[in-house]
């Protein structure tokens, strides 16, 4: 896997911290899942699918503990998690083992304390956002909230995720402060930025050291998948782990 085909996440995590995001480059899928496609729930090969994880198999130190999201609350644990737990965001205490969570279009935010001793991925679409995705990742990881940073991955960028009012009087009714993350669009609508609604959330947790949450899955078709865009597509994959 070549190091120009994904996006190693620019925060000032401690040196046993390592973590790393795909993109669609790299890989064997054929289109329209083309061509690093990490998501075996999709309609791709799976042995195709299985070639494109093994890939990666020279950057980490485990095979990744792979979920079944469904756009939930629950968290893993690595440690105790089995094979294929359905869970949308994931934890880890202990080194060696590798969290991941696959997105296209939804926000993959990765967690890490300032000490080093715990990391955790959490899958944020608009539902489990909303429902409370990242609180529980941050109350499963056992640590003071403020001690920790997050780093947020590429996802629909608030020009292009257009949502009901439905889902934006259910962001409000959690947090007020959640007025400042949507613009009207067309009748009816509004454009949502999931960064800052991500970005209110971990402030309302004490977690005041940020990064990323500057790129749009949906306009850049030749390095990202994205659901919104193109319907039938493949799966990004966003990791992180604690050095052995």
């Known amino acids: 896997m070549s190091a120009e085909h994904l996006i190693f996440p620019d925060w000032p995590a401690p040196p046993n911290v390592k973590s790393l995001q795909t993109t669609r480059l790299g890989g064997f899928s054929a289109a329209p899942y083309g061509r ?10 799976p042995l195709v699918v299985v070639r494109n994880r093994m890939t990666l198999n020279s950057l980490m130190p485990s095979e990744p503990v792979w979920l079944n999201q469904v756009h939930g609350v629950a968290v893993a644990d ?3 998690a089995g094979c294929l737990p359905q869970a949308d965001a994931c934890i880890a205490h202990q080194p060696g083992g590798v969290c991941v969570v696959m ?14 001793t715990v990391v955790g991925a959490a899958h944020a679409g608009w539902r489990g956002l909303c429902d409370g995705v990242i609180e529980r990742t941050v109350e499963a990881m056992g640590v003071v909230p403020k001690s920790l940073m997050a780093w947020l991955g590429p996802a629909i960028g608030p020009t292009a995720f257009e949502v009901g009012e439905e889902v934006r009087a259910a962001f409000i009714a959690h947090q007020p402060e959640a007025v400042t993350a949507f613009v009207e669009g067309a009748p009816g609508k509004w454009l949502a930025d999931i960064f800052q609604l991500a970005r209110l959330r971990l402030a309302a947790l ?17 390095r990202f998948y994205s659901y919104r865009r193109d319907g039938v597509t493949g799966r990004m994959g966003t990791f992180i782990w604690l050095e052995r």
């Open 36 to 45: 690093l496609n990490l998501g075996s729930h999709v309609g791709d090969a």
């Open 78 to 80: 690595v440690a105790h």
């Open 103 to 116: 997105t296209a279009d939804c926000l993959p935010v990765l967690l890490c304390d300032a000490a080093g």
């Open 206 to 222: 004490g977690i005041s050291h940020i990064y990323g949450g500057s790129i749009c899955t949906y306009s850049d078709a030749e």
